[in-house]
């Protein structure tokens, strides 16, 4: 990530620039190719007001932010909490996006009815099922599953996007089978 100052009508202390480039870093995690991204700071002075002004580039992003304040130090905190928001509601809806595509995928099973050998073995499924499983991260399935009076759950892995299952073991944990390992 390439990070380029521009300061108008005051000399910096280094301070300052070590602090907001500081600040500024914490984008990278937002960020899709690190490597590629453009942020342009712009910061200045008008009589009493601090402002900062920012521009963030990256392969389909561009965004940008201004903020003025009293202290440059609280105008750079509040642009960088300011871009982001913007990134983290962009991320959000690029997930929701994904998981309207994923949220189409159903997992069935059928019914089978078996006879096995000897006295009386003969067994059948008598249940079909069909779902969408739900998209959640491994640790909320456990919560759900602990809830829940079942002996198991399955659910779309939100990290991976491949089904995954949880289930109670006789211990009392969890496992979990991820058909993706």
Known sequence: MNIAFNFKNF???DHLKDYAEKRFEKLEKYLANHDAAEVQVN???EKIRQMVEVIVSDDNLHLSANESADD???AIDLVVDKIVAQMKRIREKQKSKRAAKTADKSVRHEVFSFV???EDK???IVATDSFSPKPMDIEEAAMQ???LDYEFLVFRNAETERVNVV???RDGNFGIIDPGL
Do not use: C, I
């Open 145 to 147: 599953l602990e809830t």
């Open 72 to 74: 440059m130090y609280s």
């Open 167 to 169: 289930y109670r073991r």
């Open 11 to 13: 000399d910096p202390s």
């Open 43 to 45: 910061l200045s002075v």
């Open 116 to 118: 096995g050998e000897g």
């Open 122 to 124: 003969s067994k059948s």
